[in-house]
């Protein structure tokens, strides 16, 4: 190969040739994994709780499974499309994850906040499983907006318009 031909290459056309997807791809899918993961424990602290109240939390803990069971099958699959180099699984991911998931996840502290309730005051009342789960889910947070971030860096963007292209 001349250097004529390694110049005119795309950083995405030497992953291909290499057999994987870039280092953000692939660290982007290990954060989405994980943060399913922590998704999975805050719902088993959460279904804990139900339990713990005892009478009429069946229909509860079998609404919040029918929900985020699915979900988290869903952005398991989706997440492994994406590392394939799938465009619209990597769009879905930030839309449906990225954007909404998040919401979800954000709309009960904010809502605290604007009913003048602090972190201080949150944390002196905490339980010890309500620590966990806010761990979790900072933790949860985290692995989201990093993951849709490294989706998008310019390696990952040239790779999967490659993909695309090779299809």
């Given amino acids: 190969m001349t250097l004529?031909?390694?110049?005119?290459?795309?950083?995405?056309?030497?992953?291909?040739?290499a057999g994987g997807p870039p280092a953000p791809v692939r660290i982007a899918h290990g954060l989405w994994v994980v943060a399913v993961g922590a998704g999975m424990f805050e719902t088993?602290?959460?279904v804990g709780r139900l339990l713990a109240r005892g009478h009429g939390?069946?229909?509860?803990?079998?609404?919040?499974?029918?929900?985020?069971l699915p979900v988290f099958a869903a952005a398991l699959v989706v997440a492994g499309r994406m590392r394939?180099?799938?465009?619209?699984?990597?769009?879905?991911?930030?839309?449906?994850?990225?954007?909404?998931?998040?919401?979800?996840?954000?709309?009960?502290p904010i809502e605290a906040l604007a009913h003048g309730r602090?972190?201080?005051?949150a944390l002196t009342r905490s339980s010890a499983v309500?620590?966990?789960?806010?761990?979790?889910?900072?933790?949860?947070?985290?692995?989201?907006l990093g993951a849709v971030a490294l989706m998008f860096l310019p390696a990952a963007n040239a790779w999967f318009r490659e993909r695309r292209r090779r299809r």
């Fill in 4 to 17: 004529a031909d390694r110049v005119s290459r795309s950083p995405a056309a030497d992953v291909l040739a």
């Fill in 44 to 46: 088993v602290l959460a």
């Fill in 57 to 68: 939390a069946g229909p509860a803990i079998a609404a919040g499974l029918a929900i985020r």
């Fill in 84 to 108: 394939e180099g799938r465009g619209w699984a990597r769009i879905a991911l930030a839309l449906g994850l990225g954007i909404l998931g998040t919401a979800s996840m954000v709309v009960q």
């Fill in 118 to 121: 602090t972190l201080a005051s």
């Fill in 130 to 144: 309500d620590l966990l789960f806010g761990a979790s889910r900072t933790v949860h947070l985290a692995c989201v």
